[in-house]
């Protein structure tokens, strides 16, 4: 079984400050881990994956993620945000293997930029 | 790259009434999912195809709902009869199972209301 908590449903920062989201996964096999995002009336746009390599993931947009095994996480951060980042963020897991097209997603941060 | 097609993408119908939503895939991906997103339950997966044959239709609700993919550019879902409660916005998603089993590229939606 998988599952992923996603702290904080809603985030405001201020243009040019760091942003950071937090994922954490539970897994009984090995993960991929994904940050999605939703802008608004949009689908989902893969930002970043992590399948096993390194475990600094840098995706689009000037974000990043680091898998951290011991604390089973997958925190996204962008070292200083733009107001074209808001939008809905979404973490998700997966595995290799059997069942390995099962996404589970968590419920969502809502990114809100400052200006 | 046109990316997953959706239509309609805003459909509005009352209760007991057929719908049908419709996807058409990323040319050579030969998997599809369809999702379905409301704020209660986040993003659940519906049903997945392989190769045009269903694989795992565990998420699909409940006997009104039914997916098919008669080929391998057109999926469709149906609802029959609606309820209240169906509406969500309901995503599909396909990948290339073959280059990239773990990247799902994300339709637009379709956004359901049904009064």
């Known amino acids: 079984a998988q599952s992923v908590t996603q702290l904080g449903s809603h985030v405001s920062v201020s243009e040019g400050a760091l942003v950071l989201l937090r994922c954490n996964y539970s897994?009984?096999?090995?993960?991929?881990l994904f940050w999605y995002v939703q802008y608004p009336n949009q689908g989902l746009q893969l930002l970043l994956k992590?399948?096993?390599?390194?475990?600094l993931v840098k995706g689009i947009n000037g974000f990043e993620a680091e898998f951290k095994k011991s604390e089973t996480s997958f925190h996204l951060t962008k070292p200083s945000a733009h107001m074209s980042d808001a939008a809905e963020y979404f973490c998700?897991?997966?595995?290799?293997?059997?069942?390995?097209?099962?996404?589970?997603f968590g419920k969502g941060t809502k990114l809100s930029v400052i200006p | 790259d046109a990316g997953v097609i959706q239509s309609p993408r805003h459909e509005v119908t009352e209760m007991g009434q057929e719908v049908t939503l419709r996807c058409k895939p990323i040319?050579?991906?030969?998997?599809l999912f369809w999702y379905r997103q409301t704020m209660m339950r986040g993003l659940e997966l519906l049903i997945y195809?392989?190769?045009?044959?269903?694989?795992?239709d565990s998420g699909m609700p409940e006997d009104r709902f039914s997916a098919k993919m008669p080929n391998a550019s057109f999926s469709t879902l149906k609802i029959q009869p609606s309820e209240p409660r169906d509406s969500a916005v309901y995503f599909c998603?396909?990948?290339?199972?073959?280059?990239?089993?773990?990247?799902?590229?994300f339709g637009p939606g379709t956004r359901l209301t049904v009064l």
């Open positions: 998700a897991v997966s595995h290799s293997g059997a069942g390995s097209y099962q996404l589970t």
């Open positions: 040319s050579g991906h030969n998997s």
């Open positions: 998603a396909s990948r290339n199972e073959g280059t990239s089993p773990d990247t799902q590229y």
């Open positions: 897994s009984s096999v090995p993960p991929y």
């Open positions: 195809f392989n190769n045009n044959v269903p694989i795992d």
């Open positions: 992590y399948t096993s390599a390194a475990t």
